[in-house]
């Protein structure tokens, strides 16, 4: 199909590793040639493909993710996998710094749970309910816990987080499409990438259930300092690795 080729070269041309794989789903998305050429155009100007096409690929879902709002990586697949090993019928999950909703969506499709999602950001707040909502979520706007209904306190037995972690200092070593088209406040983890990550761990106390547990993403550099926090805040840390998607996830198990 010369139209494929022709995206594909194109793609190709600007950088894009991916080409074919991303040529097929532009493709699939266009309504037309038209939107197609606007849509290479785009891609070829920096903008993530995810934004472009108006989705990501997560867990084998689609979930939709709008222009400005953080795409979801598949490292955190593997937050969200340990997250599911730990849901029981009637479990209270709740997806901290939430972004799109992504966790928050695969763990409410499995259903016989009760899911919440907060996140800061409006644009990531509205994607997020139109992904969680319609399975039966809910999503708060605020910052950390504040937007919360007093009803949760006590009663959170999964805390899914993945707060921003990218050292201040890293964020200009980023690819372009992540430091200019997904806002900072989603990146930005202070000078060491654990400054929102200790503001989640001082209020899990007030909002975990007997027993329940806090997962986090992190990083290899940052999983012994990690580790440590949670252990001085009462939860029991282990560490959780997979090599093939560079991921590293904290999980405390409160006492």
């Known amino acids: 199909m010369p139209v494929r080729a022709d995206v594909i070269t194109t793609l190709r041309a600007a950088g894009c590793v991916f080409a074919e794989d991303e040529a097929e789903?532009?493709?699939?998305?266009?309504?037309?040639?038209?939107?197609?050429?606007?849509?290479?155009a785009r891609r070829v100007a920096g903008l993530p493909l995810e934004h472009i096409v108006g989705f990501a690929e997560f867990c084998g879902r689609r979930?939709?993710?709008?222009?400005?709002?953080?795409?979801?990586?598949?490292?955190?697949?593997?937050?969200?996998?340990?997250?599911?090993?730990?849901?029981?019928?009637?479990?209270?999950?709740?997806?901290?710094c939430c972004g799109s909703g992504a966790a928050a969506t695969v763990l409410a499709v499995q259903g016989g749970i009760e899911v919440h999602a907060t996140d800061i950001e409006p644009a990531a707040v509205a994607?997020?309910?139109?992904?969680v909502e319609p399975l039966g979520g809910h999503v708060y706007e605020g910052d950390l816990y504040e937007p919360l209904p007093d009803s949760l306190r006590g009663r959170v037995d999964?805390?899914?987080v993945n707060v921003p972690y990218v050292p201040t200092d890293a964020i200009a070593l980023m690819p372009p499409e992540a430091r200019l088209h997904e806002p900072v406040v989603?990146?930005?983890?202070?000078?060491?990438?654990?400054?929102?990550?200790?503001?989640?761990l001082a209020?899990?106390?007030?909002?975990?259930?007997?027993?329940?547990?806090?997962?986090?993403e992190t990083s290899d550099e940052q999983a012994d300092t990690a580790c440590a926090l949670f252990a001085a805040t009462g939860l029991s840390p282990r560490?959780?690795?997979?090599d093939e998607r560079g991921a590293v996830v904290v999980v405390g198990r409160r006492a």
């Open 63 to 96: 979930i939709a993710v709008d222009p400005g709002v953080f795409v979801p990586r598949r490292r955190t697949e593997l937050l969200v996998e340990e997250a599911a090993r730990l849901l029981r019928p009637g479990s209270v999950v709740l997806d901290m």
């Open 25 to 40: 789903l532009l493709i699939s998305a266009a309504a037309g040639p038209a939107e197609l050429e606007q849509m290479v």
């Open 158 to 160: 999964v805390l899914v």
């Open 127 to 131: 994607c997020a309910r139109r992904n």
């Open 239 to 242: 560490l959780s690795h997979c």
């Open 186 to 200: 989603a990146l930005d983890g202070g000078p060491d990438g654990l400054d929102i990550a200790r503001r989640v």
């Open 203 to 216: 209020g899990a106390g007030d909002w975990l259930a007997p027993h329940g547990h806090l997962l986090l």
